[in-house]
């Protein structure tokens, strides 16, 4: 099976949109997007970034990374209605890559009669109108993408003006982390053979299965977006958990239960981690060996949890796009979302 990964012309034909130079170009986003911009006069006390499948996930990047280096409660919004203690107080960010999002329209328009800064990242579309024509703050980033496949230049741009209205130095973090992700695309890439891609040995793993993907609370990000890019790209069943808080419910139908092999724990094991929520890490992966599982483990670099959830996010990217591959699906149309939206319209 990893053969076949290591077969360029079999996976062109298979990944007829060119899906794999969307999920490549993610460090290269970050980099453009990581702007100087001005400095935004602004007061917030809380931080609201509201949005939806891809769109949203830059927001679980950031309410990560604010909760261990911002004062700012910070909170991600994956609905039509804010919660009712946002105020003109609280600095909004409405995140739409298409811009047409029905859900974020409406919450754009639920944010407007809050009254407090707001800045909308998009590259067009209805919600880019309607700020434009209200005199709001617009970021536009490229268009011509998936949104799943844009979180660079999405995260990127959030992130600045999180910086830029002097909350926390997230930008310049993500920045400095940029060498270390260049050189680990080099070693995901398709023409990296499999022999030294993780992503191709972890695909290999985990192909007849259905993966349950696990990390500590402080990089959940990158356990959710395995579980996103898996479910659209592989077009498979995958799905996540927190640690410690799946050692509270979901180990006991691990260790318990009945047995199913194709059920599969994936462990994001970051180098960061420290503490009590590192030993439950590891007394979590010891209990599954001890009990006959055979965990995936994936061991993040990086000096700290940020740098851990992008090299998670990356390696996860390569991941979904591997199984596809295996699966001989074309990983960019998602057919399901398609229907859906039509019948919501």
């Given at each position: ?55 949203a ?5 950031i ?7 911002s ?39 639920a ?52 910086e ?8 310049s ?30 695909a ?37 958990g ?73 390696i ?30």
């Amino acid at each position: 099976m990893l053969a076949h990964l290591d077969d360029l012309a079999s996976m062109s034909r298979i990944d007829t949109t060119g899906m794999i130079d969307q999920l490549a170009s993610f460090p290269y986003q970050l980099e453009d997007s990581l702007v100087d911009g001005h400095r935004r006069d602004v007061e917030a006390a809380t931080v609201v970034v509201g949005g939806l499948g891809g769109s949203a996930m830059g927001g679980d990047v950031i309410a990560e990374y604010m909760a261990l280096r911002s004062s700012a409660p910070t909170m991600v919004v994956r609905d039509t209605m804010l919660p009712n203690w946002v105020d003109e107080s609280t600095l909004i960010l409405i995140i739409s890559y298409s811009g047409n999002t029905r859900e974020t329209v409406s919450l754009y328009e639920a944010a407007r009669e809050r009254g407090g800064p707001m800045v909308i990242i998009t590259s067009g579309g209805r919600i880019g109108q309607l700020a434009e024509d209200d005199g709001e703050e617009v970021v536009l980033v490229p268009s011509g993408l998936q949104p799943r496949a844009a979180l660079g230049y999405l995260l990127g741009s959030a992130a600045s003006v999180i910086e830029s209205a002097r909350l926390s130095p997230m930008a310049s973090e993500i920045r400095s982390s940029l060498p270390r992700l260049k050189i680990l695309l080099e070693d995901l890439r398709p023409q990296a053979e499999a022999s030294r891609n993780i992503a191709k040995r972890i695909a290999n793993r985990l192909v007849n299965t259905m993966p349950f993907v696990y990390a500590p609370a402080s990089i959940h990000s990158a356990a959710r977006r395995w579980q996103t890019q898996i479910n659209e790209n592989s077009k498979m069943l995958c799905l996540s958990g927190e640690i410690p808080e799946i050692d509270h419910n979901q180990i006991v139908g691990w260790i318990d239960g009945v047995r199913d092999d194709r059920n599969c724990p994936v462990i994001l094991r970051p180098s960061s981690e420290e503490g009590m929520n590192a030993r439950a890490l590891y007394a979590t992966i010891d209990l599954m060996v001890d009990s006959g599982l055979d965990p995936v483990i994936v061991d993040l670099e990086g000096d700290t949890p940020l740098a851990n959830a992008l090299h998670g996010i990356m390696i996860g990217d390569f991941v979904s796009y591997y199984l596809a591959m295996m699966r001989e699906v074309d990983p960019l149309p998602v057919p399901a979302i398609t229907e859906l939206k039509k019948r919501l319209a």
